[in-house]
């Protein structure tokens, strides 16, 4: 099994530009999540998905936007990228509860918007 | 609103040299604390999930521990290898029980 993977690995973009995040799955879990990492912030929940075809707001939604078209695959994307969405991004997913519960973490993608 | 907060932020030790991380925390209602090891350039990587007050987990040289207010991560006899950041997260009861509060870490240097 891979896991959570993530793609791109590395990207850098110029303000205004868009892209997509892609995040693949294959442990069957519900429950698909976007984070980001910032030093001095810890990580903080972007959007959520509990289920293929649904999507959800998290703690630092503005700027991004998600989709869920398949249970295993969970996209992230900018329209028009800006500075402060440099950043590590994860992907991460679990079963849902009352099931355990504990995320499972892709290997993040670093992303530099000039 | 859920709160984590870890100390110490870095802490360097010994090898050898044992030690705990503390994860102090405010919830609406706990449903697990989560324990994640992260290592440079990596994802976090899960390590235990606590339910209740009073409840232990081991794995190798590491031991978790929660009692209503914080939890500890104790490191017995550490090696290098387990220098890396250690991240504590929190998950409530409640209509948002999907969500994970993270603390911003403690990075740990295990010296030889």
């Known amino acids: 099994n891979a896991g959570v993977t993530q793609t791109p690995k590395f990207r850098v973009l110029k303000t205004g530009q868009s892209m997509t995040l892609l995040c693949a799955q294959d442990?069957?879990?519900?429950?698909m999540y976007w984070y980001r990492q910032d030093p001095g912030m810890g990580l903080r929940l972007i959007h959520y998905?509990?289920?293929?075809?649904?999507?959800a707001k998290g703690e630092v939604p503005d700027g991004y936007n998600v989709s869920r078209l398949k249970k295993q695959n969970f996209l992230l994307g900018l329209e028009s990228a800006a500075p402060s969405q440099t950043s590590v991004y994860f992907c991460?997913?679990?079963?849902?509860?009352?099931?355990?519960?504990?995320?499972?973490f892709g290997p993040g993608t670093r992303l530099t918007v000039l | 609103e859920d709160q984590v907060t870890q100390s110490p932020e870095a802490l360097r030790l010994q090898e050898g040299e044992s030690s705990s991380l503390n994860c102090s925390y405010t919830?609406?209602?706990?449903?697990?604390l989560f324990w994640y090891r992260q290592d440079p350039g990596k994802g976090p990587e899960f390590l235990f999930t606590?339910?209740?007050a009073g409840e232990e987990k081991e794995k190798e040289r590491l031991k978790a521990t929660l009692t209503k207010k914080e939890s500890f991560l104790h490191i017995t006899a550490p090696k290098p290898e387990d220098s890396a950041t250690y991240l504590c997260?929190?998950?409530?009861?409640?209509?948002?029980?999907?969500?994970?509060?993270f603390g911003k870490g403690t990075l740990l240097t295990v010296n030889p």
């Open positions: 997260a929190v998950q409530a009861w409640g209509g948002s029980n999907y969500k994970l509060t």
């Open positions: 606590l339910y209740s």
């Open positions: 991460a997913s679990s079963y849902p509860p009352p099931s355990y519960n504990e995320q499972f």
């Open positions: 919830v609406s209602g706990l449903r697990g």
């Open positions: 442990m069957n879990h519900e429950y």
């Open positions: 998905s509990v289920g293929e075809g649904t999507t």
